[in-house]
């Protein structure tokens, strides 16, 4: 097909985490990315069901983007995890407190 450009997981985990996090309706994210609105909503539903661990028994995906450290010494990792939510972490972090604050931030009410 013509015109159509094929996903991948990370990308498309990014693209959704902006929209949320910005507030986007998935009509103005479409426009955005330029992926079809069922296709967004394809992706969505994967990455819930993957939240949800249905069909698995391991970690669900999460997508990562490698950036480069800011000059200004601040925080040595940035997390944004596929629900929006964004975490600075220091360099010396104990990564089983780590660990227990995104479940708790992704946990569903």
Same mark, same amino acid.
């Given at each position: 097909m013509r @015109?159509? &450009? =094929?996903?991948?997981?990370? !990308?498309?985990a990014r693209w959704l985490? =902006?929209?949320? +996090?910005?507030?986007?309706?998935?009509? #103005?994210?479409? +426009? =955005?990315? @330029?992926h079809p609105?069922?296709?967004? =909503?394809?992706? !969505?539903?994967r990455f819930e069901r993957t939240r949800r661990g249905v069909g698995r028994s391991g970690p669900a995906f999460v997508g990562v983007e490698v950036t480069e450290p800011k000059p200004d010494g601040g925080a040595a990792l940035e997390v944004t995890t596929p629900s929006g939510y964004r975490l600075q972490v220091p360099r010396e972090f104990e990564a089983a407190h780590l660990r +227990?604050?995104?479940?708790?931030? #992704? &946990? +569903?009410?």
């Open positions: @015109g159509m &450009r =094929r996903a991948n997981p990370e !990308q498309m985490s =902006r929209g949320k +996090r910005d507030g986007w309706s998935l009509a #103005e994210l479409s +426009r =955005r990315c @330029g609105t069922w296709k967004l =909503r394809w992706w !969505q539903k +227990r604050v995104l479940e708790a931030l #992704e &946990r +569903r009410c």
